[in-house]
């Protein structure tokens, strides 16, 4: 039988031409999370595709049918002169799609396409300013549809479809409260249950809008080029090599950053075979040994890898200072482009020790007030509203974890705060508890990224909207700003006395850690730390983490940080337990493209599993532990890293 190219396998040869044969060979690693389970659960696709069903009561799902049952039963329902079906299958030759919405009227069609991806009608749009391309942000969303279009309209035989992608209208408000409890997750089949208890009131508002895609198909269909070829011409391309088991050939440069066909030590443990290496080798001659020098694709914040390449410069060895350009950007510290080139120079030159600014680093640290306080949040962009009068992917804070440091070198793990309630909106709760932990002196507050002060800015525009009394608002308004600063289009501005230092920034000025590998994510940081500095080591190397007369813990007993294998200090996000069974090792990464807002991935997904999927309690329970143990770890972490600088700026 013939393979037939669908739309996921033609997305997948749009990202890049090799990737279409690779996806069709079980005998090649492949990391990706493009349908997995967390990822989709993480986004709300699943919850979107359900509600975006109940905006249209009268249509025929069949969802549950295999393509050649769906084709069939699509064909008969078409036979109505008006009809909503949502996944009509259709085939044309060797293409077949699956139609998430497809709505008849006559000889009329419209065409609709479900993501969970919001969409701002004041502001978004699909093509740049100068209406010469598509943005890159929505041109995979642009070339689903397209895909979809020029099958039916060849099934069809019509051009009269209307074409629209339905998403997040994040002008749109809830209803009702606890619209996302009545849409969960069951069973290995992963399908989104809809509770009775849904009422025409919780619809009321709809929450997802229609959008029409004319403008950017137009543009795709007639002067779109993807990888040499018009739209059209390589979707024959595609299909060609499809049938054939052809290997298209792909180019190589930043594409290949997160490609998933790489092996991890298991996979090659197991036999399976790399598409990436397959790729490099053939590209660029490189053998095995090759890749066991850096390239240039682990430059920190680098965006001219590809001309790099063009140049024959794959690896950090070949690249030269002119390729960098390194200059000091006025302010204290490390630039970027400095930073850039020490990373490439460390490696050039063998060089494994960290470069560490002591001089800065004593400053800064003069500057602070004992106590320290050190917060790490985590929070949910939620597709589905928790609360009435909250709006599609509104931000959610339902953690926070807080350590303190006393002048006397003192480390406890003084505060806390989960609340997995289902439907419940934790955000207020959530400030009211920070305040308390935070109020009682006038110490120095750390935060690692931007994401803590982003957060208290959303949740500062929250509660003026709240329905709390004025008082309660006051002083919670009061202390945000007290401990943040705010952002851009906030209606006023403010920079607060305690405003947080971001340790992020700190490290990116101050410290460069070579077995970082050029990520400034506190999971890479922390392992580099604690390799270098014999202050940690001694320190943590003992079982005084939640011991008598050590160093108070909420979350662990008697736990000894420092933990060696082969002579090497293992990681201590691996020490811990596995949020729960399938959870990736690399899911921080592949839920955000932000280095510095990735390190909330795997909590992410848990709060997402807890919300929307059937567990039981011994399940939820377990879930609560992991997530307050890896909240903790994380401010442990920020913990960590101001002990090593302060010994090193004493030494």
Same mark, same amino acid.
């Given at each position: 039988m013939p393979v037939l190219l669908t739309k996921s396998r033609f997305r997948r040869a749009l990202e890049c031409p090799t990737k279409l044969y690779y996806g069709e060979q079980p005998n090649y690693a492949n990391q990706s999370l493009e349908d997995d389970f967390l990822a989709e659960l993480a986004r709300g696709g699943f919850q979107v595709g359900a509600l975006a069903k109940c905006y249209f009561p009268n249509g025929e799902d069949l969802s549950d049918l295999d393509a050649d049952a769906a084709l069939v039963r699509t064909k008969e329902l078409l036979r109505q002169g008006k009809v909503t079906i949502f996944e009509a299958a259709f085939q044309y030759d060797q293409l077949l799609v699956r139609v998430d919405i497809l709505i008849k009227d006559s000889d009329r069609y419209q065409l609709i396409e479900v993501k969970a991806k919001s969409w701002e009608p004041a502001s978004d749009r699909f093509l740049n300013n100068k209406r010469t391309g598509i943005l890159r942000e929505w041109e995979p969303y642009v070339c *689903?549809?397209?895909? @979809?279009?020029?099958?039916?309209? #060849?099934?069809?035989?019509?051009?009269?479809? !209307?074409s629209y992608l339905m998403l997040a209208n994040k002008q749109a408000s809830a209803a009702t409260d606890g619209l996302n409890s009545k849409f969960l997750v069951v069973g290995e089949q992963h399908k989104v249950v809809v509770s009775p208890d849904l009422t025409d009131e919780d619809l009321a508002n709809e929450l997802l809008i229609r959008v029409s895609v004319k403008e950017p198909l137009d543009f795709v269909l007639a002067k779109g080029e993807y990888h040499g070829q018009s739209f059209e011409g390589y979707i024959a391309v595609a299909v060609d090599a499809l049938q054939k088991g052809a290997r298209l050939a792909g180019r190589i440069g930043t594409v290949c950053k997160k490609c +998933?066909?790489?092996?991890?030590? @298991?996979?090659?443990?197991?036999?399976?075979?790399?598409?990436?290496? =397959?790729c490099w080798?053939?590209?660029?001659? $490189?053998?095995?040994? %090759?890749?066991?020098d850096p390239s240039v694709l682990e430059?920190?914040?680098?965006?001219?890898?590809?001309?790099?390449?063009?140049?024959?410069?794959? #690896?950090?060895? %070949?690249? !030269?200072?002119?390729?960098?350009?390194?200059?000091?950007? &006025?302010?204290r510290g490390l630039s970027n482009s400095q930073r850039q080139w020490l990373q490439i120079t460390k490696v050039q030159e063998g060089d494994s020790s960290p470069e560490i600014c002591i001089d800065e680093l004593r400053e800064e640290i003069n500057r602070w007030t004992y106590p320290l306080h050190f917060i790490d949040f985590e929070t949910i962009t939620a597709a589905l509203p928790f609360t009435?009068?909250?709006h599609p992917y509104e931000g959610v804070a339902f953690q926070f974890s807080h350590h303190v440091v006393q002048e006397d070198g003192t480390v406890a793990h003084a505060h806390q705060f989960l609340d997995t309630t289902l439907g419940h909106f934790p955000s207020f709760d959530f400030i009211r508890k920070? #305040?308390?932990?935070?109020? /009682?002196?006038? &110490?120095?507050i750390f935060r690692y990224s931007a994401h803590e002060n982003s957060i208290l800015n959303l949740i500062h525009r929250q509660l003026r909207d709240s329905g709390l009394s004025d008082k309660d608002v006051h002083e919670l308004c009061t202390f945000i700003e007290s401990i943040s600063h705010s952002t851009k289009g906030s209606e006023r501005? $403010?920079?607060?006395?305690? %405003?947080?230092? *971001?340790?992020? !920034?700190?490290?990116?000025?101050?410290?460069?850690?070579?077995?970082?590998?050029? /990520?400034? /994510?506190? #999971?890479?940081?922390l392992p580099a730390v604690l390799s270098d500095s014999a202050f940690l080591q001694e320190k943590y190397a003992q079982p005084i983490y939640g011991a008598a007369g050590g160093i108070p813990s909420h979350n662990f007993t008697d736990w000894q940080w420092i933990q060696k294998q082969n002579g090497q200090v293992q990681d201590p996000y691996r020490l811990l337990p596995r949020m729960f069974e399938g959870m990736p090792e690399n899911?921080? =990464?592949?839920? /955000? +493209?932000s280095d510095s807002l990735a390190n909330g991935g795997a909590a992410l997904a848990a709060y997402a599993k807890i919300q929307s999927t059937e567990m039981g309690d011994y399940e939820r329970k377990e879930l609560r532990a992991a997530l307050l143990k890896y909240c903790e770890l994380d401010t442990l972490a920020m913990v960590m890293i101001f002990e090593a600088w302060q010994a090193a700026v004493r030494s």
């Open positions: *689903d549809v397209a895909f @979809q279009r020029v099958v039916l309209e #060849k099934a069809l035989n019509t051009n009269n479809i !209307e +998933e066909f790489h092996c991890t030590p @298991q996979d090659d443990i197991n036999g399976l075979q790399s598409g990436f290496r =397959e080798k053939e590209a660029l001659g $490189w053998q095995d040994k %090759d890749f066991g430059i920190a914040n680098f965006r001219n890898a590809d001309k790099l390449f063009a140049q024959g410069k794959a #690896k950090l060895i %070949d690249t !030269e200072e002119a390729d960098i350009n390194p200059a000091p950007d &006025g302010k009435r009068g909250r920070l #305040k308390e932990a935070l109020d /009682s002196d006038d &110490g120095t501005e $403010w920079r607060g006395p305690r %405003d947080m230092v *971001d340790m992020l !920034e700190l490290v990116k000025r101050y410290a460069y850690y070579p077995a970082t590998k050029g /990520s400034n /994510s506190i #999971k890479y940081v899911l921080d =990464e592949l839920l /955000s +493209e």
